[in-house]
């Protein structure tokens, strides 16, 4: 009975969910739509010529559609928007959709790796710290965490760089490697551009997750039931299985959401390298005043941490039922 | 009757206990990192007042002769910047804007977005319901992303940095404060309060504020850190402070080429950052134990 009752509100709460977060995107949409129109200074200023017409500076609006009404404007730009039409860069004549995906690309490995490895060494220093609490061990793991959310990462770059590639010679300081990021390839010539940033990058995720799971592991051992699991005669590495067990989705949830931030907020680290990716794409974008590149770039990642969040929502819930009540 | 009506009309402060903020001092001095970062605070917060009689020179002062010296340089200890500017003193005075523009947005967005939270908490309904899926829109973007597009679109600049900055503050801020209000209004006393008479402003006074501006205060002193790390980070990219003013993110920027000629000068206005920021962060959870708040 009660499993079957568990299916439909399982059901429901995926519906509400997904239903509820409509209207987040609508309004993530207008928010990238408005941000051109806030933007003081004409957004054609980068390819009209400095003595253009009135008549030419017309033609040219309407050819970007920047004559019609906003509301008009917004529509046709969120229609288009859904079948991944971005409009056409200003600066560069090409379709911005092109330029977002293979910048997306770029980001997302870059992304991915540094979450891995800020989540191997960051639930490492939270369990234990978590596991030996007010040891050397424990001060030790969270001053290397409250390191990690401190640091201005875009220095912490700089400094890397000035090591292993200044100083050491070891690593390759900017770019994809050889060929840029059309060619990359997963060979040690295009991986070796790859290490510094995303370790770099990596700091960020460690020091949170490394937080959580210290918390996380602390408040688990201190519950009555691993007491009487102890109790009971579990041996260590039994208690051990069981704290992983019931720190685990947190902490998986924490590091979905840490990924979403990383793809966010990776402009400051990929201007640091040069890396080829969407925070690059929106610097471009920002300083040559290309709106329609700068609204689609700021649309696709945004969208993308709205959804992550939803994805980390539903398999919270469908790990532990009690999430779908709260 | 009369006498008991206005005896709970003036609602019994819910204002902890007097002994209570005595309480959070005493165990607040009682942490020695705590202590540390509080006068570090400090100290840079001096630094930066009094920056014209502590700097020994000029900050914009720049000379074609002296460029990029390295540090223990005569007259110049930390060395020289890009222009030939004394690092020293661009440090000092850098103290100056790189705290204005980390604490400014964090001490607008607690205003507002408390406001905002307890105005939509308190009234409910259709206000709350306004109020608050809007600032689910703006939750909605990963907040380093936020603070560029806007400033991004606003173009570089003092105000606009500090504007995006506090936009990308207020929906955590005005979240916090709203689920503590409507949880706050629920209370069996708060309604008794209401139901005898108290007024609306008597009641957010004194019940939703007593017990509303703890959990939030902690958690604005600790997005002090990330709104410093964020309003360097927005001058490190030609956002924010324009040259020649001397702002620690700016810094890192224009020194960003000599990292092949005098690598640990301009690896300096880091430190700063690095320093300042965890500060902050070590003070605000050695506040927020004192305070006993959790999460």
């Known amino acids: 009975m009660a499993a079957r009752e568990g299916r439909p509100d399982m059901l429901a709460y995926l519906l509400r969910r997904v239903v509820l977060t409509l209207p987040i995107m609508l309004g993530v949409s207008l928010v990238c739509f408005a941000l051109v129109h806030v933007a003081p200074g004409d957004p054609l200023i980068s390819v009209l010529p400095p003595d253009a017409t009135a008549e030419l500076r017309g033609q040219i609006a309407a050819m970007y559609g920047f004559d019609r009404p906003y509301p008009e404007q917004f529509l046709r730009w969120l229609t288009r928007a859904a079948v991944g039409d971005f409009g056409t860069s200003i600066a560069t004549s090409r379709p911005v959709a092109g330029e977002i995906w293979k910048a997306f690309g770029n980001t997302l490995m870059l992304a991915v790796l540094a979450t891995i490895i800020g989540f191997v060494l960051g639930s490492l220093f939270g369990f234990v710290a978590g596991y030996f609490r007010d040891s050397w061990i424990d001060k030790l793991a969270s001053f290397v965490s409250v390191t990690g959310v401190s640091v201005p990462h875009y220095w912490l770059g700089m400094v890397l760089v000035i090591v292993f590639s200044v100083q050491l010679g070891w690593l390759p300081a900017t770019g994809a490697g050889p060929g840029g990021s059309a060619a990359w390839q997963w060979d040690w010539t295009h991986v070796r551009h790859l290490i510094l940033p995303a370790v770099t990058m990596s700091v960020i995720p460690m020091g949170i997750i490394a937080r959580t799971v210290r918390a996380l592991v602390a408040d688990i051992l201190s519950q009555e039931f691993i007491s009487g699991l102890k109790a009971k005669g579990l041996m260590e590495r039994g208690v051990f299985r069981h704290v992983v067990k019931n720190a685990a989705p947190t902490a998986l949830a924490v590091m979905g959401l840490q990924l979403g931030y990383l793809l966010g907020g990776s402009i400051l680290i990929e201007t640091v390298f040069s890396w080829p990716g969407t925070g690059f794409l929106l610097g471009q974008a920002i300083f040559q005043r290309d709106m329609p590149l700068l609204q689609g770039t700021i649309l696709v990642l945004a969208l993308f941490f709205v959804v992550l969040n939803l994805i980390v929502d539903l398999s919270q819930a469908a790990l532990d039922p009690r999430v779908q009540r709260s | ?295």
């Open chain 2, 1 to 295: 009757m009369s006498v008991t009506a206005s005896a709970l009309g003036r609602p019994t402060p819910v204002e902890r206990s007097p002994g209570y903020w005595a309480g959070v001092v005493r165990r607040l001095r009682r942490d020695p990192v705590a202590m540390v970062a509080l006068a570090i605070i400090v100290v840079l917060v001096l630094l930066a007042i009094f920056a014209p009689w502590v700097a020994p020179n000029d900050p914009y002062r720049s000379s074609m002769i002296r460029r990029l010296r390295p540090i223990g340089t005569p007259g110049f200890p930390l060395g020289t910047d890009e222009l030939g500017r004394d690092m020293l003193s661009r440090l000092i005075f850098g103290a100056r804007l790189s705290l204005l523009m980390g604490v400014t947005p964090v001490f607008v967005a607690f205003f507002v977005g408390s406001f905002i939270g307890i105005t939509a908490g308190y009234l409910g309904g259709k206000v709350n319901t306004v109020l608050m899926r809007t600032i689910d829109v703006f939750f909605a973007f990963p907040s380093v992303l936020l603070a560029i597009a806007l400033s991004g679109a606003l173009g570089a600049g003092i105000f606009n940095g500090l504007l995006s900055l506090s936009i990308v503050f207020i929906p955590p801020i005005a979240r916090i404060a709203e689920s503590v209000t409507t949880a706050v209004r629920k209370i069996d006393y708060v309604e008794a309060a209401r139901a005898s008479g108290a007024s609306a402003m008597t009641i957010i006074r004194v019940h939703v504020l007593g017990n509303v501006l703890g959990p939030i205060f902690v958690y604005a002193t600790g997005l002090i850190s990330v709104s410093l790390i964020l309003a360097s980070g927005l001058s490190f990219l030609g956002l924010g402070v324009k040259p020649p003013e001397p702002e620690w993110g700016l810094m890192l920027n224009t020194l960003r080429n000599a990292i092949y000629v005098q690598p640990w000068v301009a690896a300096l206005p880091g430190v700063m950052i690095f320093i300042t920021s965890i500060s902050f962060n070590l003070l605000s959870d050695g506040l927020r134990s004192a305070m006993d708040i959790k999460a």
